[in-house]
């Protein structure tokens, strides 16, 4: 594989999480947390407070969904710049 060849190709990566699934389960999830409280605690709220509560719980989801994401992102930047560097280091070695 020559060099231009090797940048016009497209790389796919596959993910282990796919946030389309977890943005459209965050709501589930935050009604989920208020109804297993609601239940072990013999408990019922208002709508208001279920709703308020509800949307609390999520946007501390999407806070730890987008720290996540930034990791993520973080990681692979990472290991694209070691591959960058280990091939600039056996381009060195094979030609010098």
Same mark, same amino acid.
């Given at each position: 594989?020559?060099?231009?060849?090797?940048?016009?190709?497209?790389?796919?990566?596959?993910?282990?999480? +796919? !946030?389309?699934?977890?943005?459209?389960?965050?709501?589930?999830?935050?009604?989920?947390?208020?109804?297993? !409280?609601? +239940?072990?605690? =013999?408990?019922?709220?208002?709508?208001?407070?279920?709703?308020?509560?509800?949307?609390?719980?999520?946007?501390?989801?999407?806070?730890?969904?987008?720290?996540?994401?930034?990791?993520?992102?973080?990681?692979?930047?990472?290991?694209?710049?070691?591959?960058?560097?280990? !091939?600039?280091?056996?381009?060195?070695?094979?030609? =010098?």
């Amino acid at each position: 594989m020559n060099e231009s060849s090797r940048n016009t190709s497209p790389v796919k990566i596959k993910f282990a999480v +796919d !946030y389309q699934i977890v943005a459209q389960n965050v709501p589930v999830l935050a009604a989920l947390a208020v109804k297993k !409280y609601q +239940d072990r605690r =013999g408990v019922s709220f208002s709508e208001e407070t279920r709703k308020l509560a509800e949307s609390r719980i999520s946007s501390e989801l999407w806070k730890i969904i987008q720290e996540r994401q930034s990791r993520r992102m973080a990681i692979w930047q990472m290991i694209f710049d070691e591959a960058e560097d280990a !091939y600039q280091r056996f381009r060195k070695r094979s030609t =010098g």
